[in-house]
Nanobody, 121 residues
């Protein structure tokens, strides 16, 4: 069984910073792309950014230059460093990971449960 768990959310003032973590655990053999998404109240879930297992990243225009995604493959963990936060960044942040249960198998997509980020003074 595989689990994907986010942590690090909370309340932060505008202009502040926050770092989210997302760890995959269980009987996994390989993790390909990992990504961060967010969903604000009344809106659809949207992509924040993704990172390949080689470290290549891609970001939504709304967060470029403010957010940074990194990963530690030894810990099966991906991070989202959020700087210069704005009230419009308020959302539930979700992590996903493309995980293969056998080394050469096709991966399946696993989602975490989400963590709340609130940017407010």
């Amino acid at each position: 069984q595989v689990q994907v768990v986010e942590s690090g959310g909370g309340l932060v003032q505008p202009g502040g910073s926050l770092r989210l973590s997302c760890a995959a655990s269980g009987s996994l053999r390989r993790i390909d792309d990992m990504g961060w998404y967010r969903q604000a109240p009344g809106k659809q879930r949207e992509l924040v950014g993704v990172i390949t297992n080689g470290g290549y990243t891609n970001y939504a225009d709304s967060v470029k230059g403010r957010f940074t995604i990194s990963r530690d493959n030894a810990k099966n963990t991906v991070y989202l460093q959020m700087n210069s936060l704005k009230p419009e960044d308020t959302a539930v942040y979700y992590c996903n990971a493309n995980i293969a249960l056998r080394l050469w198998a096709q991966p399946s997509l696993y989602w975490g449960q989400g963590t709340q980020v609130t940017v407010s003074s």
